[in-house]
């Protein structure tokens, strides 16, 4: 606790000395971020094929599309759209302030505290981080004490690349590595932006869900099979946008779970142990919630097998699932897919909508009328149509949940704009008094009208456009 407190110390003294506020420091952090990912791409590869146990495969794709691409684009949109995200943003006036200017001006909020996740360690750590720089701030960051080896890389690389011509913290950044989680320390601290914390603190959180996924009648059933299956099963299912569950109607199930099946063996051959694009689950507590999981619900269909040595489960599909099952029950951060069956589009509806609300609704359909409906009638932190996940890497979309699925959101503009402040401003100068001279005492109705009048801006507005077009 001492050294979290101390770090959060440093932390204020480098935000206090100004140094992050500036467009050239923040455009130069965000060059180095992209530096390090170019420089050290071989290392994060390294790194994540071991926390997540791919050594013995070919880790460098899905860390590269998955984690590596999505920082970097953050991090080049953010240095080509900064200057412009800074720039003071006027907003209308009335006719009492038409002679004044009245604007947003994004500030830093101070100090954010960043915590990263075990399913995307990377990502999870620099995106954010890409936010709270671009939004002038310095930042701490704690990444999940599962990922050891990536915790250790950012401990090491960060700190040496962001402001690298400072001494040590002057820059703000500092990655936070401790061997027992550092949350229980930090979140007791008054930072500006971090995790839920018992101060008076803004959060943003993502906290994941199961999100469902809605398998029309009418859909291209083999397309729509392997996008399922690549969104479910990569990273060994390890992920909190992946499709949670199937609800698929009656007519086509099927025809999909042979389409499944199919795509299974093309992915990753008859045994998914020996594909080399194929991973592992993080740890044994990973492990053992998603083989209890499994074991407890529905029937398999589909793999099913494990092995506790090598901390390996099989792609799995399992059919015969009711809502009371365990798997139903909590969110799935494994090779595990379950395939409910509904009669009708309005079934499904109905189904997603009695769950919490996720932080992910996927809906496949030709019919344009069901997406419009699927998207329309359910609540979700994102929604897309005939494909999964995309639309969590997309640099101009806000990222993040809804009620109990999270709080908040980031990504491009949004993560510029969730670690500022947007200070509301009046300029105002003392030569005109010709309308605010009528709030003074003593007061009489006359002038109560005459404010009145002078303070309603869609009047204002009216005349103005009606006098430039006489």
Same mark, same amino acid.
């Given at each position: 606790?001492?050294?979290?407190?101390?770090?959060?110390?440093?932390?204020?003294?480098?935000?206090?000395?100004?140094?992050?506020?500036?467009?050239?420091?923040?455009?130069?952090?965000?060059?180095?971020?992209?530096?390090? @990912?170019?420089?050290?791409?071989?290392?994060?590869?390294?790194?994540?094929?071991?926390?997540?146990?791919?050594?013995?495969?070919?880790?460098?794709?899905?860390?590269?599309?998955?984690?590596?691409?999505?920082?970097?684009?953050?991090?080049?949109?953010?240095?080509?759209?900064?200057?412009?995200? /800074?720039?003071?943003?006027?907003?209308?006036?009335?006719?009492?302030?038409?002679?004044?200017?009245?604007?947003?001006? +994004?500030?830093?909020?101070?100090?954010?505290?960043?915590?990263?996740?075990?399913?995307?360690?990377?990502?999870?750590?620099?995106?954010?981080?890409?936010?709270?720089?671009?939004?002038?701030? &310095?930042?701490?960051?704690?990444?999940?004490?599962?990922?050891?080896?990536?915790?250790?890389?950012?401990?090491?690389?960060?700190?040496?690349?962001?402001?690298?011509? *400072?001494?040590?913290?002057?820059?703000?950044?500092?990655?936070?590595?401790?061997?027992?989680?550092?949350?229980?320390?930090?979140?007791?601290?008054?930072?500006?932006?971090?995790?839920?914390?018992?101060?008076?603190?803004?959060?943003?959180?993502?906290?994941?869900?199961?999100?469902?996924?809605?398998?029309?009648?009418?859909?291209?059933?083999?397309?729509?099979?392997?996008?399922?299956?690549?969104?479910?099963?990569?990273?060994?299912?390890?992920?909190?946008?992946?499709?949670?569950?199937?609800? &698929?109607?009656?007519?086509?199930?099927?025809?999909?779970?042979?389409?499944?099946?199919?795509?299974?063996?093309?992915?990753?051959?008859?045994?998914?142990?020996?594909?080399?694009?194929?991973?592992?689950?993080?740890?044994?507590?990973?492990?053992?919630?998603?083989?209890? /999981?499994?074991?407890?619900?529905?029937?398999?269909?589909?793999?099913?097998?494990?092995?506790?040595?090598?901390?390996?489960?099989?792609?799995?599909? @399992?059919?015969?699932?009711?809502?009371?099952?365990?798997?139903?029950?909590?969110?799935?951060?494994?090779?595990? @897919?379950?395939?409910?069956?509904?009669?009708?589009?309005?079934?499904?509806?109905?189904?997603?909508?009695?769950?919490?609300?996720?932080?992910?609704?996927?809906?496949?359909? +030709?019919?344009?009328?069901?997406?419009?409906?699927?998207?329309?009638?359910?609540?979700?932190? +994102?929604?897309?149509?005939?494909?999964?996940?995309?639309?969590?890497?997309?640099?101009?979309?806000?990222?993040?949940?809804?009620?109990?699925?999270?709080?908040?959101?980031?990504?491009?503009?949004?993560?510029?704009?969730?670690?500022?402040?947007?200070?509301?401003?009046?300029?105002?100068?003392?030569?005109?008094? &010709?309308?605010?001279?009528?709030?003074?005492?003593?007061?009489?109705?006359?002038?109560?009208?005459?404010?009145?009048?002078?303070?309603?801006?869609?009047?204002?507005? *009216?005349?103005?456009?009606?006098?430039?077009?006489?």
């Amino acid at each position: 606790p001492l050294e979290c407190v101390d770090l959060l110390r440093r932390a204020r003294v480098a935000f206090q000395a100004g140094r992050t506020i500036k467009e050239v420091f923040r455009l130069a952090q965000l060059e180095a971020v992209v530096r390090m @990912l170019e420089e050290h791409e071989c290392d994060f590869v390294d790194a994540l094929g071991r926390d997540l146990h791919k050594v013995r495969g070919e880790p460098r794709f899905e860390t590269v599309v998955s984690e590596l691409i999505l920082v970097k684009n953050e991090a080049l949109h953010a240095i080509n759209n900064l200057k412009k995200w /800074m720039q003071p943003q006027h907003v209308e006036r009335n006719l009492s302030t038409t002679l004044d200017e009245c604007l947003l001006l +994004s500030e830093p909020l101070g100090v954010v505290f960043i915590m990263g996740t075990w399913c995307s360690p990377v990502q999870t750590c620099l995106v954010p981080l890409v936010g709270a720089i671009a939004a002038g701030n &310095c930042a701490i960051i704690s990444p999940c004490e599962c990922t050891a080896h990536t915790a250790e890389l950012l401990h090491r690389l960060v700190p040496s690349y962001l402001d690298n011509v *400072s001494n040590y913290i002057a820059g703000g950044w500092e990655v936070f590595n401790l061997k027992v989680p550092a949350e229980p320390f930090f979140v007791e601290l008054k930072f500006d932006h971090d995790a839920a914390a018992r101060t008076l603190t803004p959060v943003t959180l993502i906290l994941g869900g199961k999100n469902p996924c809605y398998v029309d009648q009418h859909c291209d059933i083999s397309t729509t099979a392997q996008r399922i299956a690549w969104a479910r099963f990569h990273n060994a299912g390890q992920s909190v946008v992946a499709p949670d569950y199937i609800l &698929c109607h009656v007519d086509v199930q099927a025809q999909l779970m042979q389409a499944l099946k199919c795509c299974l063996m093309q992915f990753y051959g008859a045994d998914p142990r020996e594909s080399r694009s194929y991973g592992r689950m993080v740890n044994l507590e990973i492990f053992n919630r998603t083989r209890d /999981m499994l074991w407890r619900s529905g029937k398999v269909a589909v793999g099913g097998q494990v092995i506790e040595a090598d901390k390996y489960i099989a792609p799995t599909i @399992l059919t015969g699932v009711s809502e009371s099952d365990p798997i139903m029950q909590q969110d799935i951060f494994g090779p595990v @897919l379950p395939v409910l069956t509904v009669n009708n589009m309005e079934e499904a509806i109905a189904f997603i909508n009695k769950q919490e609300k996720p932080l992910c609704v996927y809906a496949y359909s +030709s019919n344009s009328k069901v997406i419009s409906r699927l998207m329309s009638e359910t609540s979700s932190g +994102s929604f897309c149509s005939n494909d999964s996940i995309l639309q969590s890497l997309m640099v101009a979309l806000p990222f993040g949940g809804v009620g109990s699925s999270g709080m908040g959101s980031y990504h491009g503009r949004h993560s510029f704009d969730t670690f500022s402040h947007r200070k509301s401003c009046l300029l105002r100068g003392t030569r005109f008094e &010709c309308v605010t001279y009528l709030r003074y005492p003593p007061y009489e109705d006359r002038n109560l009208s005459l404010m009145t009048w002078a303070s309603t801006l869609d009047f204002f507005k *009216s005349f103005i456009f009606k006098h430039w077009t006489d």
